[in-house]
Structures are given as C-alpha cells and as structure tokens.
C-alpha cells in the first residue's frame, strides 16, 4: 500500500455491508488463550467462524472441541517468541486479521499488596508481560496488516485503571501503560486499515480472581454495579468480537469499559 500524506483521505473500511462481528474465516491471534478469559474469547471468537490462534506460556487447560484453534506456545514478554507465533500464524493461515492481547500476569501477582511492599523484580516481571507484551504484539502483526491494508488490535486492559483499585499498584500501572499505548499506536496506524482499542473489564470471575479475591469483595462489587450481577468472562466476548469484526473500523483509540456500569469513563 502506497504511503499517504498525513490528512489524505483513506479509503478503507467505509461501512457498507459490515458486520458487527467476526466474519468465518477472520484469522485472530489470542494471547493467554490457555484459561480464564483469554480462553473464554478463543472460544467465542472460533465458534463465530474465525481461525483462532491461541498463545500462551502454559499448555491449554480446555479442548478445541473440533473448532480449529491453534495452541502456540508463547512467551509474550520475549521478541523471539512473538516472531515465533506471527510465523506459525502465518504459515497456517496466510493471514492476521486481528490480534487480542489479553495476556498478562494476573493470577501470578500472588495476592495483593501494599505498593510499598512490591519488589523491584515484581514489578519489572508485570512490566514486561502486561505492558511490553503488547507492545512487542503490536509491533510483530503489524507488517502483515499493514501488508494487508486491514488489521484490529484489542488490548486487554483493566478497570482498576478507572477505579484506583489499591494494593494492585504494579499491575494498575501496566494497564494504564496499556491505555496508552493503545492510544498512541491508534495514531500511527489509522492509515495504514489498521484499529487499535483496548476493553477495561470489570472484576470477572476467573480461577485467577477467585484465587485473588474473597466472595464478600466479589458480591460487595457485583452490588455497586448498574446492572447489579456477578460478571463472567463471556460478558467480554460479544464487545471483542465487534472490535475484531470489520464493522468497527471507524472506532479507534478508545477504551471500553465492559464492567456492568460500575466506572463510567
Ligand atoms: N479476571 C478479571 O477480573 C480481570 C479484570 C480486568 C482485566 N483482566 C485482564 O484480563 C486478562 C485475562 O485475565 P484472567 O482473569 O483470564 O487471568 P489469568 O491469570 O487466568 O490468565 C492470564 C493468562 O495469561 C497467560 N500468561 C501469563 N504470562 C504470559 C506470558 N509471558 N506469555 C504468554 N501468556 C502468558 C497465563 O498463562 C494465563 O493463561 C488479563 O489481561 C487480565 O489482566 C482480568
């Protein structure tokens, strides 16, 4: 695709035929795909019809059940690895449509805890996983899309942004970083087809929170909430599928919140 100047109309996406959610055949790479929430949309996102490769650092707890995902081993935190997994992606399927970085260290925070008892180590490990992962994401699918003249990124943030969720303050950090990144790359690669969103979820119950967490906390937010229910992880998958879908294409940059109206942005 030939290089545009800067406020030169683009002609990609314009919102014909659409669809609002994943077309059969879109290919979508899915970070943490192995459990909890990433394996959540994996499925979802498969039983849509796309080609769905699921990337973790841990072998998969669930079975494709004949829907045709891909498991690859990966490391998001580490360059090789993602050029690993755009390969392979590559090389199956010919294409990447779409990539959800939902990856993160989360249930491997252990517990919460005071700011001022989280180690240096602690916090270069959610550094790198949460908030250079996506970065190393972005950066490896993007001269396939940009290839492609189409690409949707989704970043998996978090709403402990928004609410200030204290004793978290390493991994609150890497999620805003997250916003951010979402919004600057947004910027660079409008031109080139290519959207980039992030979703905040609320608190979901995953092993991970579960682990994280005790059910007075979960019940106690789940009743501060608009829609005043627990919150499971496919209540994210519907809102990640349209991000994923060609019909978003003119939605960019943005975070959306998907928590049941507990932080409204
Ligand atoms: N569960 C919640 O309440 C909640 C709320 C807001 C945001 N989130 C975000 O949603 C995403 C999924 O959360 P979850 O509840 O399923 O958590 P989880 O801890 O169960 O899942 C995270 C997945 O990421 C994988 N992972 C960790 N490090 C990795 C690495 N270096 N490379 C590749 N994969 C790696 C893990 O193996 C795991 O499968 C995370 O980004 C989390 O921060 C979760």
């Not at 939902?102 to 517990?111: D, E, I, K, M, S």
């Not at 189409?150 to 997250?178: D, E, L, W």
């Not at 059910?215 to 599928?241: H, I, N, Q």
Request: aromatic residues 4%; charged residues 20%; proline residues 3%.
């Amino acid at each position: 695709m030939a290089t545009r100047e800067r406020g030169e109309d683009v002609d990609v996406d314009r919102p014909s035929a659409l669809h609002s959610t994943v077309e059969p055949g879109t290919v979508v790479l899915v970070t943490g795909g192995a459990r909890g929430i990433g394996a959540s949309l994996a499925r979802h996102l498969a039983a849509e019809g796309a080609a769905v490769v699921a990337a973790d650092v841990v072998d998969a707890e669930w079975d494709a059940d004949g829907l045709g995902v891909t498991h690859v081993r990966t490391d998001v935190s580490d360059e090789a690895s993602w050029r690993h997994l755009v390969t392979t992606a590559l090389d199956r399927h010919g294409r990447i449509d779409a990539l959800v970085n939902n990856a993160a260290v989360y249930q491997g925070l252990g517990a919460k805890r005071a700011f001022t008892d989280i180690s240096v180590e602690e916090w270069d490990r959610v550094m790198a996983v949460n908030t250079r992962g996506v970065w190393l994401g972005m950066r490896a699918v993007h001269p396939a899309m940009k290839r492609q003249g189409h690409g949707r990124v989704v970043n998996i943030a978090s709403s402990t942004v928004h609410m200030g969720v204290p004793y978290f303050a390493h991994y609150t950090a890497s999620k805003g970083a997250v916003i951010a990144l979402t919004r600057s790359v947004a910027r660079e690669v409008g031109q080139d087809g290519i959207t980039v969103n992030a979703i905040a979820p609320g608190i979901v119950e995953t092993e991970a929170t579960l682990a994280l967490n005790d059910d007075a906390y979960l019940a106690a937010a789940a009743g501060r909430r608009a829609v005043p229910r627990r919150m499971e992880p496919t209540d994210l998958c519907p809102a990640v599928s349209f991000l994923c879908s060609r019909g978003s294409g003119f939605i960019t940059g943005q975070t959306l919140i998907v928590d049941g109206g507990m932080a409204f942005s």
